[in-house]
């Protein structure tokens, strides 16, 4: 996988010369995602599998999906949508409002074995063997197994509100996110021009989504030519801080639990509307 990368990064370069890379097929065409550790990309899967592996959403609802939740089509097969941003299921964030479905949480399935996860996601009610791999199932089910934390030791349920250190916070943000999201979280809109969305509001509206993406990153997340001029004032990034096409990192093993929440509490503290 490791290695898929950088022969991946190397062929992209030689694609730009060359135009056909037969050998590129062979290696990724296994929907091998490419960055950092398996428990991360499991958990990228978790949030949005067609996102990260580059496929084509479904077009059907998902089967288990209950027909008197309020949505339908591709979002029915994100985990999160189901088993929620904090895996606590209709006992967390999800308890209410318009992701509401009643489906419990994924905690019991914490430290389970590989084999069993893995059975549970090819069973009728799950069937994401019409759409993934072995390779890709295996590393949901790390994520299930080991990438899991208790989000209510970190968020409140009901205030929204982290408790962490924001000071500390606003030191790790300097060092790890400014250079793509900028000093006010405002130089990456992730709504439209029309709509705006920042960072800072974000994680007050939806702390479970940001901690859940500070540990494992943004699915399919790059910084393309729409990033590089995206945000307040079409403001550029300066290439010397961010190379085109860098994807966002993933924190789950460079930082702490108790540091990824003091982060979360500093972008909580956000300026931007
Ligand atoms: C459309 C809804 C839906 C989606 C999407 C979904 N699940 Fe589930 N999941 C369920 C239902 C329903 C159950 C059974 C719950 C029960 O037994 O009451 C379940 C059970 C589970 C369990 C066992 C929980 C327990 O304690 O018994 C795990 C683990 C799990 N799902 C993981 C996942 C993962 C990982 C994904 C994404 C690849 C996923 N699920 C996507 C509906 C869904
Ligand atoms: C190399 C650049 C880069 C770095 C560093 C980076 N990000 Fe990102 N981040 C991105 C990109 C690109 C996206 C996707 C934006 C888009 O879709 O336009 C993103 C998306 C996000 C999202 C999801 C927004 C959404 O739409 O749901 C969150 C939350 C986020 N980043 C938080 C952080 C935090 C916190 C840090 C520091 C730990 C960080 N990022 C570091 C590039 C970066």
């Known amino acids: 996988m490791f290695n898929c990368l950088r022969q991946r990064t190397s062929l992209l370069i030689s694609a730009l010369f060359l135009f056909s890379t037969p050998s590129l097929a062979d290696c990724c065409r296994d929907q091998s995602a490419t960055r950092d550790n398996p428990t991360a990309i499991g958990g990228r899967l978790y949030d949005k599998w067609w996102a990260e592996l580059d496929l084509t959403a479904p077009s059907i609802t998902h089967p288990a ?29 999800y308890r209410k409002g318009s992701h509401f479905t009643g489906i419990k949480g994924i905690s019991a399935y914490k430290g389970e074995d590989l084999a069993r996860i893995n059975a549970l996601l090819t069973d009728t009610t799950h069937q994401y063997d019409r759409f993934l791999n072995k390779h890709a199932l295996n590393l949901i089910a790390t994520f299930v197994s080991e990438g899991q934390i208790n989000m209510s030791n970190s968020i409140d349920l009901n205030s929204k509100k982290a408790n962490g250190n924001a000071i500390i916070g606003q030191e790790l943000y300097g060092e790890y996110c400014s250079r793509c999201h900028g000093d006010e979280g405002e130089d990456l809109n992730f709504g439209s021009k029309l709509k705006p969305e920042y960072l800072g509001p974000l994680a007050r509206r939806n702390p479970w989504e940001v901690l859940h993406k500070i540990r494992n990153g943004h699915p399919g997340s790059k910084m393309g030519p729409k990033q590089m001029h995206s945000g307040n004032n079409m403001r550029r990034h300066h290439l010397d801080k961010v190379r085109m096409n860098e994807p966002m990192p993933a924190m789950i093993k460079k930082l702490t639990l108790k540091q990824q929440t003091d982060l979360l509490s500093y972008l909580q503290k956000l300026e931007s509307e």
């Open 65 to 93: 999906y209950p027909t008197t939740a309020k949505n339908s089509g591709a979002t029915t097969w994100r985990c999160k949508e189901c088993h929620g941003w904090d895996y606590a299921g209709a006992e967390g964030a």
